[in-house]
């Protein structure tokens, strides 16, 4: 069964809501369009491996998470894909690079499809899931959670183009990394090996609970990451249709010039890029400016009909964002 579902990361959601709010003309724009589409690209990735675990997803037996982030050594470690039975612990890591991929002298690198031959290189992915494995391990062991002695670890290419060039200098990759088609069997396989140690089904349950409730939340500040000040993003309320910022107030409603939608409160998508972008509360007066609303009356209305959660009273209150972060 899946405890931990799949749903697009934070880092995609946040590039998005930043390419909504940056003028196209801005000299950013261009390496923040190319990091989205590679973020989104990974998701895209595992979105598709779902159908391969199609199967093991009805299983009782067997606790799925997807994006596992957990905080061992005070860092953050994220696992793709995890699966936990009483016999076993499988840690997935899920790759969507496309082409010819090959490890040579532990450098994995892809040869791009082109004229000329430029190689692009990048981290090695059974060392990177082995070193998430050893992560959880002494995660486990930190919080005293008994686990059982299988502990798998594999990497799957997702992109249908992908393979592993069979020169490969490294014959362990051919064992642990594999196109997404195979994982059901690599699976099969890897829970029937024979165990030393199973835990209980209240300690399976004990274990997937702790993951859960340790979950570390990215605190990723996207502004910061490209040195983007808030007074160079767009300011105005985004049409819901064709994400066009500003809409224009006529009569009691809001309007789009460009696609003509309609709407008396056409907010939600605005405050999510506020709260993906600058932050998870707002003030009246920060809403008015962000929304491009001219009158605090109606400003402070607006945000009393959304039902947010408030703290401090009346003066300076602040209203919790925190519904439009986690989705
Ligand atoms: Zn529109």
């Known amino acids: 069964m899946i405890v931990k579902s799949l749903k697009p990361p934070q880092t995609v ?10 003028p ?3 000299p950013k724009r261009f390496k923040i369009e190319v990091d989205h589409g590679s973020f989104y690209s990974g998701y895209l990735g595992e979105k598709s491996l779902l159908y391969f675990l199609r199967s093991f997803s009805y299983r009782k037996d067997l606790y799925i998470f997807h994006n596992v982030r957990l905080i061992q050594y005070g860092y953050t470690f994220e696992i793709d894909l995890l ?3 009483t016999k076993n612990i499988i840690l997935i890591e899920i790759k969507n ?8 002298r532990n450098q994995f690198s892809r040869e791009k499809m082109k004229e000329t031959l430029e190689i692009e290189v990048f981290k090695e992915p059974v060392l990177q899931v082995k070193s998430q494995k050893k992560d959880f391990i002494s995660w486990m062991q930190r919080l005293n959670i008994p ?9 799957v290419l997702t992109h249908k183009t992908a393979f592993i060039e069979p020169a490969s200098d490294n014959k362990e990759i051919f064992e642990y990394v594999f196109r997404s088609e195979n994982l059901p069997f690599k699976l099969e396989e890897s829970l029937k090996k024979p165990y030393h140690k199973e835990i209980s089904k209240f300690q399976l349950k004990n274990l997937s609970n702790k993951i859960m409730e340790n979950q570390s939340e990215s605190n990723w500040d996207v502004l910061k990451n490209y040195n983007v000040h808030p007074s160079e993003l767009k300011k105005g309320i985004r049409c819901p249709g064709c994400s066009m910022v500003p809409m224009i107030r006529i009569k009691s409603k809001w ?3 460009r696609c003509k939608y309609k709407s008396m409160y056409p907010l939600e998508q605005s405050l999510e890029d506020y709260a993906l972008l600058v932050g998870n509360t707002i003030t009246t007066e920060r809403f008015a400016e962000f929304m491009l609303i001219e009158s605090l009356d109606r400003a402070y209305r607006y945000l009393s ?5 408030k703290t401090n009273a009346k003066k300076n209150r602040k209203y919790s964002l925190n519904r439009y972060i986690v989705k």
């Open 255 to 257: 309007l789009c010039r």
């Open 13 to 22: 959601r946040k590039l998005k809501a930043l390419l909504n709010r940056l």
């Open 24 to 26: 196209l003309t801005h």
């Open 147 to 155: 686990y059982p002695s299988n502990i798998d670890h594999f990497v």
């Open 97 to 104: 690079t496309q082409g010819k991929l090959s490890l040579r």
């Open 83 to 85: 699966i936990i039975s």
């Open 305 to 309: 009909k959304l039902g947010l959660e």
